[in-house]
């Protein structure tokens, strides 16, 4: 098992560069491709962020690309999603995830999540 918690969500205003952090712990951290998903009022949970076992391989839907960031600290258990200017259409509760791949975060339900954390952006 992977446990996952994630951190830094909160109240911002539009425009913001807030960062989000996720500590696992439970199984070796480096054997799992890591993402960060959000899921917004009255939509589908969506993969937002990914990243490779070494770091080495990243992903970002469209919409995010050139604003936000995600990484890793293998050596703290920890992933980051930093978000840059930040849209009040970005309000959704923030996942984060854990696979074989990033591919397989891509492809199917994730095999362990965190709890979320809320993210509200007031314009």
């Known amino acids: 098992q992977v446990q996952l918690v994630e951190s830094g969500g909160g109240l911002v205003q539009a425009g913001d560069s807030p960062r989000l952090s996720c500590a696992a712990s439970g199984r070796t951290f480096s054997n799992y491709a890591m993402g960060w998903f959000r899921q917004a009022p009255g939509k589908e949970r969506e993969l937002v962020a990914a990243?490779?076992?070494?770091?080495?391989?990243?992903y970002y839907t469209d919409s995010v690309k050139g604003r936000f960031t995600i990484s890793r600290d293998n050596a703290k258990n920890t992933v980051y999603l930093r978000m840059n200017s930040l849209k009040p259409e970005e309000t959704a509760v923030y996942y984060c995830?854990?696979?074989?791949?990033?591919?397989?975060?891509?492809?199917?339900?994730?095999?362990?999540w965190g709890q979320g954390t809320q993210v509200t952006v007031s314009s």
């Open positions: 995830a854990a696979d074989q791949s990033t591919a397989t975060l891509r492809e199917r339900p994730p095999l362990y």
């Open positions: 990243i490779s076992r070494s770091g080495g391989i990243t």
